[in-house]
């Protein structure tokens, strides 16, 4: 996978070049995406701080709204990362419910096994959180020169590339059949 600079001039413009971000195929479908430039380590600390302190972690994020383009086949790219929120903070409930509730009806000679498999989860969820944030598109960085998606199918970044070349030339995209 690669990384590219969306330059101010690219943002600019109408569109993004009709590639798939993920896999480099023609795009058939531009969706607004709003991403966030945060850590996963932010969000794992987030859920073990509580509702308050998600909240305020959120308020200081960077976040930029794009419309990404994406072939028939990745058109539900990030779904999967909010899927994977969703089920990460309903285990978590149940998690602690259970650690809570579950030793006074099985009796205290369960705790152990209640804890050992609470670390394995809290374990295996922070290898599946770190595999996702290795895969999944993403911003690298925010600012003065634009903004950084990395993880991007290395055909988008060409196409990227090529559209800032053509602004710089003058000729404008969106009179241009290429982009």
Same mark, same amino acid.
């Given at each position: 996978?690669?990384? #590219? ?6 943002? =600019? @413009? ?5 590639? @798939?971000? @993920? ?6 479908? /531009?969706? &607004?995406?709003?991403?966030?430039? $945060? =850590? ?5 600390? *987030? ?13 200081? %994020?960077?976040? %930029?709204?794009?419309? #990404? ?12 990362? $909010?899927?994977?929120?969703?089920? *990460?903070?309903?285990?978590? /409930?149940?998690? /602690? ?7 006074? %009806? ?49 055909? /988008? $970044? ?9 602004? $710089?030339?003058?000729?404008?995209? &969106? ?5």
């Amino acid at each position: 996978m690669a990384a #590219v600079i969306l330059t101010r001039d690219v943002l =600019s @413009c109408d569109r993004l070049p009709a590639v @798939c971000m @993920c896999c480099g195929a023609p795009a058939t479908l /531009f969706l &607004k995406q709003r991403l966030a430039l $945060r =850590s996963p380590w932010v969000l794992m600390l *987030a859920w073990f701080a509580g509702p308050l302190a998600l909240l305020l972690f959120e308020r200081g %994020v960077a976040r %930029v709204a794009l419309d #990404v383009p994406l072939c028939p086949t990745h058109q539900h790219h990030w779904l999967k990362r $909010r899927i994977f929120n969703i089920a *990460a903070g309903i285990a978590w /409930f149940w998690m /602690f419910a259970g650690v809570i509730f579950l030793p006074s %009806v099985l009796g205290k000679e369960h705790t152990a096994s209640l804890w050992l498999g609470m670390t394995f989860l809290v374990v295996f969820w922070i290898l599946a959180v770190l595999a996702m944030d290795a895969w999944m598109i993403g911003l690298g960085n925010i600012g003065p020169r634009g903004v950084t998606l990395r993880n991007v199918a290395p055909a /988008f $970044r060409d196409a990227v590339l090529d559209m800032a070349s053509a602004l $710089r030339a003058g000729e404008h995209p &969106k009179n241009s059949e290429a982009f």
